[in-house]
């Protein structure tokens, strides 16, 4: 609501305990595709307490308790309790792109909650609350967060450069109705995701070790031949091209992955390994 309210020209206002004045905001960037935005305010330093950050998503335990904070119905600094329900949870982000590796808890997340800390027993942030599962649309025992990890992340690059950077291989890869029409075509399962189309100066085509990828391409004869079809990034395998988006959005730019890659849809199995490279805004390939 803080992009849309900033793009539409409103003005954005925050909030603090301890202050009954609001403070303007400037939205400094944000990913609405993970549901978060980073916001600039000028303040008195007595005001402003750093929260700390557990130190990672993947120390947190089922069972484990955790408090809520946010502003339910308008209800402002409202704390709720619970605890850890599961771990790893996918639900529908605001942008329509799934949000994987989630936190659920129990902890009541009601309207008003969104962008509110979780954090753990000892105060320190372990998610961003971001939704719920519920008929009535009031909690009903099952909320999610944002973990800690892709906060991390996503606000360390949004602070850092005014935006997220989204690392690329370079490449068009088919969706998944298509794979699944070339796996019914040639009667197998390709387990995996085809490249389609690779520009000859992109990562995939220019690997650190291992040969480049390679699209489809078209025969003499007028058939066509498969292009190559990643089925594992760094040994997590790769189902469908949501999985393979997953997967290279977690990595770093100029950070490396290591493709597994099935030659020619149905050939020798081989890994591949790529340094990435940032994706231009413009550009739609993978």
């Known amino acids: 609501s803080a992009v849309r309210r900033s793009r539409s020209g409103g003005k954005i206002k925050v909030t603090l305990q301890g202050s009954a004045t609001p403070f303007d905001a400037e939205l400094v960037g944000a990913e609405p595709d993970k549901d978060l935005a980073v916001l600039r305010i000028v303040a008195s330093k007595s005001l402003l307490t750093p929260i700390q950050l557990s130190r990672s998503s993947s120390d947190l335990l089922v069972g484990q308790k955790v408090l809520a904070i946010g502003n339910p119905f308008g209800l402002d600094h409202t704390l709720t309790t619970g605890i850890v329900s599961a771990l790893g949870r996918e639900v529908s982000g605001a942008g329509g792109r799934p949000l994987k590796g989630c936190v659920q808890t129990d902890a009541a997340i009601n309207p008003g909650n969104s962008g509110g800390p979780l954090l753990d027993s000892q105060g320190n942030l372990i998610g961003v609350n971001t939704a719920i599962l519920s008929a009535s649309g009031a909690s009903a025992g099952i909320g999610f967060a944002i973990p800690v990890d892709t906060v991390r992340r996503v606000v360390t690059q949004i602070i850092r450069y005014g935006r997220v950077q989204r690392p690329s291989l370079g490449v068009q890869v088919a969706d998944d109705q298509i794979m699944r029409n070339i796996e019914r075509q040639i009667n197998a399962q390709l387990n995996g995701v085809m490249v389609t189309e690779i520009n000859a100066s992109s990562p995939a085509a220019n690997p650190v070790s291992g040969k480049g990828l390679r699209g489809m391409s078209r025969r003499a004869d007028g058939s066509m031949s498969l292009g190559d079809v990643i089925t594992m990034v760094d040994k997590v395998p790769v189902r469908k ?17 290591v493709l597994t890659v099935r030659r020619q849809g149905t050939g020798k199995l081989e890994e591949v390994k790529v340094k990435l490279r940032e994706r231009p805004a413009a550009m739609s390939k993978l």
């Open 241 to 257: 091209v949501e999985d393979l988006l997953c997967a290279i959005e977690e990595s770093a730019v100029g950070g490396t992955v």
